[in-house]
């Protein structure tokens, strides 16, 4: 409930919002680069399929955004969102991004969402290091039109949360504090939970792991047999 209640203020206030939603932020190319990752992101084999010169994931917690389930996925799932809260708390990941020609590649692989700035006096970094003031930091938002509560036709699916559990599993190995439960803080700082989850562990919804050319096939697939491909169930 309090996801769908989130959702239904998100989408009021989105016309205002989108009207100055700037998806793609200019960087400033004399500051460090720096992204949070909270979802894929933070497990280092996912990010680096994408950034394979990435730095280092380390341990945060980001003020001022909630997690959730909400962003609906081309494939028939429900991945993890965010989008700016007052008062939320998410443990996440943070690591270095180096921009070529001014752009970050991971702007490419999270197409289905808006980059957005993060104050790096929100990040508490839990590895007992710190980052530079000078800092320039991102984290990937929901459009406005992408916010979307699990439902039997686009649940949560297994092979995503073990994405994600991993790579809270790699970050707790980091916590400087022992009594610092990373992983229940990942799970406890991620709303939208929900009954409509799938274990597709052996058969992944997601097939870019086991076929990474799997979008363009699928796009193919439905320009050239449009009224038979969205008939293909998923076993």
Not at 1 to 22: G, I, N, P, R, W
Not at 111 to 135: F, H, K, N, Q, W
């Amino acid at each position: 409930m309090k996801l769908l209640y989130q959702a239904a203020f998100c989408l009021v206030a989105s016309a205002t919002f989108a009207e100055t939603l700037d998806c793609h932020p200019e960087l400033d190319a004399d500051r460090p680069q720096y992204i949070i990752g909270y979802g894929s992101l933070m497990e280092r084999e996912s990010k680096r399929s994408t950034e394979p010169d990435a730095g280092e994931n380390l341990p945060v917690i980001v003020t001022g955004f909630e997690r959730s389930w909400s962003i609906p996925g081309v494939y028939p799932t429900t991945f993890l969102g965010v989008l700016p809260v007052e008062g939320a708390e998410m443990a996440a990941a943070i690591y270095r991004s180096f921009p070529e020609d001014g752009v970050l590649s991971s702007d490419a692989r999270e197409i289905d969402y808006c980059r957005a700035a993060v104050d790096p006096a929100s990040v508490t970094m839990l590895d007992g290091s710190s980052l530079a003031e000078e800092s320039q930091i991102w984290v990937y938002i929901n459009k406005p039109d992408k916010i979307a509560a699990p439902s039997a036709d686009f649940p949560i699916v297994q092979s995503y949360v073990d994405i994600f559990i991993t790579g809270c599993l790699d970050m707790q190995t980091l916590v400087d504090d022992r009594a610092v439960d990373f992983v229940e803080k990942c799970v406890r700082t991620t709303q939208g939970w929900s009954e409509h989850w799938v274990n597709d562990r052996i058969y992944p919804r997601r097939p870019f792991k086991y076929q990474p050319r799997a979008f363009e096939i699928d796009k193919a697939l439905k320009a050239l047999l449009p009224n038979l491909y969205p008939m293909v169930r998923i076993e």
